[in-house]
C-alpha cells in the first residue's frame, strides 16, 4: 500500500509538472504571438525599402562620378593649366595645359607623387602654402625655368612668364589655375620694338619738316602766318611724342635705369620748377601753396625727378580754374629698412602730395591714369583745350604721366592717382625713400 502511494503521489506530480509546462508555453505563445504577427510584418515592407534607398545611392553615386568626369573633361579643355594637390603637396591630378606648361613629362594619371618633385618651381609651393595657411585665394606671377630630363629638348625649353590663382580646397587640398602669359609678353615686346622702330625712323624727317617750317615763318606775312605757326605747333606736338616714346621704351626695357643720384633740397626743387612755369601761372592767376618741414633733402637724379614735377604741376596748371591754388602737401613717413646688419631699423619715406581745385579723375579713368596714350575723353581734340579741365583728362600726348611712373619706380618710390575729397580736384600722391630732415647727410655722398 505504501509503495501504491508513492506511485500514484509520483503519477500526480508528473501529471500536475505537465500541466504547468502546457500551461506555461500556451501563456508564452499567446505573449509572443503578436510580436511574431508584427515583426512580420513589418519585416516584409522593410527588404524592398532597402532595396529602393541602395538604388538611390547607387544612381547618386554614378551621377557624382559622371558629375566628376564632365568637369574633369571641361578642364582639360579649358585653355588654362589646372593641378590640384593633397594636404601634403602630392599632385592629385592635373589637366593637360597643365603638363604642357610645366613640363610634367614623368607624371601620369593616377599616379600620386609630391609636387616639388615633378615641378622645380619654389613660387609655385610657396603660392600654394600660403594658399592652404590663409585659406584665402591667391594670385601670383613669376618667370618659370622649366627643367627637362631630355637633353635633345632642352634647347626648345624656354622660360615661361606664368600667372598662377590658387584656392583653397576642404581637407587642406588646394587648387591651382595656371596661366602662360609668356606669348603676350612676347607680343607686347614685339609691338614695344616696332614702335620704336618707327619713332627712330620719324626723328629725322620731322626734324627736317621743323627746319622748312622755321624758315618759311620768317619769310611770310600775316594773316598767312598764322597758318606756318600753327604747323609748327603740331611738327612740335609730334617731335616731342616721338621723343617721349622712345624714353618710354627705354625706360620699360630697363626699369632699373641708370640714375646720376644727387642730394636736392625738396622746397628749392619744386620753387625752381613753379618759376619755370610762371608764364602759365601769371596767365590764370595761380599760386603754389606749400606746406610741409623745412629743410627736406633727398636723394634723387636731378633731370629726372625735375622731369618728374615739371610735367605734374604743368598738368595740375592746365586743368585748374583762374584764381585758385594748388597745394604742395610734404610730409616724412616712418617705415622699415631691412639693409641694416643690425636687422630692422626706422628708415624715412617722403610723401608729396599735389592737390588742384579742378574736376578731377572721372572714377572709371582712375585705373588707367598711369597708362600710356590714355586720354579720359577719347572725343577732345589735341588742338582744343576744353572748357571744364581736369587733370584725369590730358591734352597731349598720353605718355607724360606714364613716364612720371617709371622715373618715380626706377627711383624706388610709387605713385597714385586720387580725387581730393575736400577741393574735388586731382590728387597726385609720391612717395620717395631715403630722404634726410635738417641737414645734408654725409650718409648720402
Not at 635705369?257 to 618759376?275: G, K, P, T
Request: glycine share 6%.
Amino acid at each position: 500500500m505504501l509503495l501504491l502511494g508513492f506511485f500514484l503521489g509520483l503519477a500526480v506530480g508528473i501529471g500536475i509538472w505537465i500541466w504547468q509546462q502546457v500551461q506555461l508555453k500556451r501563456y508564452l505563445g499567446r505573449i509572443l504571438q503578436p510580436l511574431n504577427s508584427g515583426a512580420d510584418k513589418l519585416t516584409l515592407p522593410l527588404i524592398p525599402r532597402l532595396q529602393r534607398e541602395i538604388a538611390k545611392v547607387k544612381q547618386q553615386r554614378d551621377n557624382l562620378q559622371q558629375s566628376l568626369q564632365t568637369y574633369q573633361d571641361l578642364l582639360d579643355f579649358a585653355p588654362l593649366g589646372y593641378l590640384q594637390v593633397d594636404e601634403e603637396n602630392q599632385l592629385l591630378w592635373c589637366n593637360q595645359q597643365a603638363q604642357d606648361i610645366l613640363y610634367l613629362q614623368t607624371w601620369q594619371a593616377g599616379q600620386v607623387r609630391l609636387l616639388l618633385e615633378l615641378v622645380r618651381s619654389y613660387e609655385l609651393d610657396h603660392l600654394i602654402e600660403q594658399t592652404r595657411d590663409w585659406q584665402k585665394p591667391q594670385t601670383k606671377e613669376w618667370v618659370f625655368h622649366p627643367s627637362c630630363d631630355d637633353a635633345a629638348q632642352m634647347p626648345t625649353v624656354k622660360s615661361l612668364l606664368l600667372r598662377a590663382s590658387s584656392l583653397p580646397l576642404p581637407n587642406g587640398q588646394v587648387g591651382v589655375f595656371l596661366e602662360n602669359r609668356q606669348p603676350l609678353l612676347d607680343m607686347n615686346q614685339q609691338r614695344d620694338r616696332s614702335f620704336s622702330d618707327l619713332a627712330h625712323e620719324l626723328r629725322t624727317p620731322l626734324t627736317s619738316i621743323r627746319l622748312v617750317v622755321e624758315t618759311l615763318q620768317n619769310r611770310l606775312d600775316p594773316p598767312l602766318d598764322r597758318w606756318v605757326n600753327r604747323l609748327m605747333q603740331e611738327v612740335d606736338r609730334l617731335i616731342n611724342l616721338v621723343q617721349s616714346w622712345l624714353e618710354l621704351t627705354q625706360m620699360e626695357a630697363n626699369p632699373t635705369m641708370q640714375l646720376h643720384l644727387e642730394v636736392l633740397e625738396v622746397r628749392s626743387l619744386i620753387a625752381s620748377v613753379w618759376e619755370t612755369l610762371e608764364p602759365l601761372t601769371q596767365k590764370q592767376h595761380l599760386c603754389l601753396d606749400y606746406s610741409g618741414p623745412e629743410n627736406l633733402w633727398i636723394k634723387v637724379d636731378p633731370a629726372r625727378i625735375y622731369q618728374v614735377f615739371l610735367n605734374l604741376l604743368d598738368n595740375s596748371i592746365k586743368y585748374s580754374p583762374p584764381h585758385t591754388s594748388i597745394q604742395v602737401q610734404v610730409k616724412i613717413l616712418s617705415g622699415q629698412d631691412t639693409d641694416s646688419r643690425d636687422g630692422l631699423r626706422p628708415a624715412n619715406i617722403l610723401e608729396i602730395n599735389l592737390i588742384d581745385s579742378g574736376l578731377g579723375f572721372s572714377e572709371a579713368d582712375l585705373p588707367y591714369i598711369f597708362e600710356r596714350f590714355y586720354r579720359g575723353d577719347k572725343a577732345r581734340t589735341h588742338s582744343s583745350l576744353p572748357e571744364n579741365k581736369s587733370l584725369g583728362t590730358i591734352v597731349g600726348n598720353g605718355l607724360g604721366l606714364a613716364i612720371v611712373r617709371q622715373i618715380i619706380v626706377a627711383h624706388g618710390g610709387s605713385i597714385k592717382a586720387m580725387n581730393d575729397p575736400k577741393t574735388g580736384g586731382a590728387w597726385m600722391q609720391l612717395q620717395l625713400p631715403e630722404v634726410m630732415a635738417n641737414s645734408r647727410s654725409q650718409d648720402y655722398s
